[in-house]
Nanobody
């Protein structure tokens, strides 16, 4: 079982920056690919950034060049640095941990942290 706790959300003006963090409760964290999802008001949750066990990253086109995902396996944390924020970045951001063992996918979710970008 892995518990995930996000922090760092808040209210920021257009063009500003925020850094989200997600702390995992288990040292097995290092075996999980980590993801950040964004759920805008009234919309479905969508993947915005991923980082593999080996540290390879991938981003949604909407955040490429503005957001950076990173992980610290020693501290069991994953972060999302968000720069040049836009009103459409508003929503709840969820941390997700995922791994596949013998063909079975195991994943965990945090409770989410609210980000509001005001103009």
């Amino acid at each position: 079982q892995v518990q995930l706790v996000e922090s760092g959300g808040g209210l920021v003006q257009v063009g500003g920056s925020l850094r989200l963090s997600c702390a995992a409760s288990s040292s097995t964290f290092r075996f999980y690919a980590m993801n950040w999802y964004h759920q805008a008001p009234g919309k479905q949750r969508e993947l915005v950034a991923s980082i593999t066990v080996g540290g390879s990253t991938n981003y949604a086109d909407s955040v490429k060049g503005r957001f950076t995902i990173s992980r610290d396996n020693a501290k069991n944390t994953v972060s999302l640095q968000m720069n040049s924020l836009k009103p459409e970045d508003t929503g709840v951001y969820y941390c997700n941990a995922k791994r596949t063992i013998m063909g079975r996918t195991i994943e965990y979710w945090g409770q989410g942290t609210q980000v509001t970008v005001s103009s």
